[in-house]
């Protein structure tokens, strides 16, 4: 079983969204994209604990929290489940619907063929013969089928409440007469009930889950759903426990209790007749229900390098996310893997790249559907580029999805070879490709040298969320144009003058680009020895020939050299170093202020400074203290 759809319509900062699900699934998106939303609609339509809690939604739930009158005063989430076992056809049959996968739309609604209108005859035979089709059997393992859940919510005005539920939503009541606004939530429609959720198996991981209630013992925690699971006969467990709790002897003899009793017992035999029993005054733990034990007992962990266990709160943070996965991954266990649909809310938090990884891939790895949310490159490169979907919202809360669509003729290994910078771009606002690695080092340098110049309007590349990108060659730069582009953000282009022109469908990519900028010297090494200043050059050579990775065959400027000799020396310093030596963007240090920098890379900076300032992704007064002494 997994999600094949998911309609939002005024939950939280969402108007509308409608998103289409094909197995596992990343949400990548800019803070407030509204990742969070979509975790949290599946949670209440789909978690069996959600709706559990009192109340289940509240003010702050509705669109804009209105909630009272008006287009946003009801919640509802519409979620279509497919990929059904036999089981789970026979258990929800009368509640399904059939499905067509590859239009990833119910069957009965899909549109007949195109008729000239002519032939009512014709039509109808058409469509009477396209319903014949339809699947009628669902314990027929060559059908498909689909389960429309639906969540509703609602301020209830009379009884001053907030109320919600999930029902099946098929079929659908036939009424006649107006609807009352404050009938009984979903009339009509029969509940989808605590046990139907918990058989579809969906897995909530919030990143903040780690608090004192999911490790605990209370009502819905991830402990007591396990004590549910794994016990054969649940009743008994919190019998036997408070049995041998009351049963335990506080008083055996030396302890500081047995005096208290013992004296107590004495001074009272004065006054009271008491029991013939041989201990006829005691102390017990009395009153013992399953609310004390679930608010009392608690999981005892010990870490490494510690062999000492302590209450699990006391633990870090990491441990903490480590811990609250492993019982996730129990209760998949025993619901079977295959029957889980696993969503995770940065799983990242705390912990470190190796751990990410593993995390993530043993989720794809052992269940049915995984939904993750990440702003962390090594879990965004374990998916593949059609598992990504790039969320964006905007002004009206219109919520929609963009999946990566490599080009066609884009090679796989290309993806593959660079698959940390994608994951780096996808959670960018924008995006900047640059032809190798000197330039992906040389630019973010020159940003840093005009952001701390107060003359230099100008708003820092991670400020404004801008990544850069290494196509690793000039003629690569234009092929990336597209695939960023395609994803809704700026994307801009940077290279060297190619040693032959562009053909057509390299030039035809390049349109592709925001703003596109063809430098006019064949190598950066000639750019930098061109434009920065003469000053900068002398001292940073100065400063490279004392580093243990100077190029030897360069030899050394004497400091009489004229400005062509040092422009020389520099270009093959800077070639007898290029790459990732960071020799140019050490050369940019030597630079006092703006005027010393390359000006043609810094016109460029500026340039796409100003394009996002007009997009709006930056704001219009932005850097402007700094620039006008204020």
């Not at 102390?283 to 699990?312: W, Y």
Request: aromatic share 8%; hydrophobic share 40%; proline share 5%.
């Amino acid at each position: 079983m997994r999600i094949a759809f998911l309609k939002i319509e005024h939950f939280r900062g969402v108007a509308l969204a409608e998103l289409k699900f094909e197995g596992h699934a990343l949400l990548v998106g800019t803070n407030s994209a509204g990742k969070s939303t979509v975790c949290e609609a599946l949670d209440l339509a789909l978690g069996p604990e959600r709706t559990s809690r009192r109340p289940v939604i509240d003010e702050h739930d509705f669109y804009a929290s209105k909630y009272v009158g008006g287009d946003h005063d009801r919640v509802r989430i519409e979620v279509i489940l497919t990929d059904l076992s036999r089981e789970a056809r026979r258990r929800f049959r009368s509640h399904l619907r059939p499905w067509d996968a590859e239009l990833n739309a119910y069957s009965d609604l899909v549109e007949s063929p195109d008729l000239d209108g002519s032939d009512v005859t014709e039509a109808a035979e058409t469509e009477s013969s396209r319903t014949a089709e339809l699947p009628t059997d669902p314990e027929d393992d060559a059908a498909v089928w689909a389960l429309p859940v639906l969540f509703l919510g609602r301020y209830n005005q009379p009884d001053d409440d907030f109320e919600g539920a999930t029902f099946f939503a098929h079929p659908e009541p036939i009424t006649s007469a107006p609807v009352d606004d404050f009938e009984e939530l979903g009339a009509g429609l029969a509940r989808f009930s605590r046990a139907d959720k918990q058989y579809c198996g969906f897995l909530y991981l919030r990143p903040n889950r780690t608090g004192s209630r999911a490790l605990s013992l209370q009502r819905g925690s991830l402990v007591d759903t396990i004590m549910r699971l794994e016990a054969t006969a649940s009743s008994s467990v919190w019998e036997d426990i408070i049995s041998k709790a009351t049963a335990a002897d506080l008083t055996d003899d030396g302890s500081g209790l047995a005096t208290v009793r013992d004296e107590l017992q004495r001074r009272m035999a004065r006054f009271i007749s008491l029991g013939s029993s041989s201990a006829p005054v005691d102390i017990l733990m009395t009153d013992l229900t399953r609310e004390h034990l679930r608010e009392t007992l608690r999981l005892h962990v010990a870490g490494q390098p510690s062999s000492h266990a302590v209450p699990f709160d006391r633990l870090s943070t990491g441990t903490l996310n480590l811990m609250v996965f492993a019982l996730l991954t129990y209760i998949a266990e025993l619901r079977g893997h295959q029957h889980v649909i696993f969503a995770m809310e940065e799983p990242e938090i705390a912990l470190p790249p190796h751990a990410q990884r593993r995390l993530v891939d043993f989720v794809m790895r052992n269940m049915t559907q995984v939904i993750v949310t990440s702003h962390s490159p090594y879990v965004i490169e374990r998916f593949q580029p059609r598992q990504v979907m790039a969320l964006s919202r905007d002004s009206g809360g219109v919520l929609a999805a963009t999946r990566v669509t490599l080009p066609a003729d884009t090679k796989a290994k290309k993806y593959t070879d660079n698959k940390r910078q994608f994951a780096e771009a996808l959670l960018a606002n924008a995006v900047i490709v640059v032809e190798g690695a000197t330039e992906w080092n040389l630019l973010p340098r020159i940003a840093d040298a005009m952001d701390v110049d107060e003359t230099v309007s100008y708003y820092h590349p991670d400020m404004a969320g801008i990544s850069f990108f290494d196509a690793q060659n000039d003629v690569s730069v234009p092929t990336f144009a597209p695939i960023f582009a395609g994803l809704n953000k700026p994307v801009y282009g940077i290279h060297d003058q190619p040693k032959k022109p562009l053909g057509p469908d390299l030039v035809a990519m390049s349109r592709a680009f925001d703003l596109y900028l063809e430098v006019p010297y064949t190598g950066v090494e000639e750019l930098l020895a061109a434009e920065v200043a003469i000053p900068a050059q002398r001292r940073f050579l100065a400063d490279a020939e004392q580093r243990d990775d100077y190029p030897s065959a360069c030899g050394t400027l004497d400091a009489s050299a004229g400005d062509s000799i040092v422009r020389t020396q520099l270009k093959d310093v800077l070639k007898g170093r290029k790459g990732h030596s960071g020799y140019a963007a050490a050369l940019i240090s030597h630079c006092s202020d703006v005027s010393e920098l390359p000006r043609t890379l810094v016109e460029f900076l500026l340039a796409v400074d100003a394009d996002l300032r007009m997009k709006g992704l930056i704001p219009a007064d932005a850097g402007k203290a700094a620039a006008s002494g204020t």
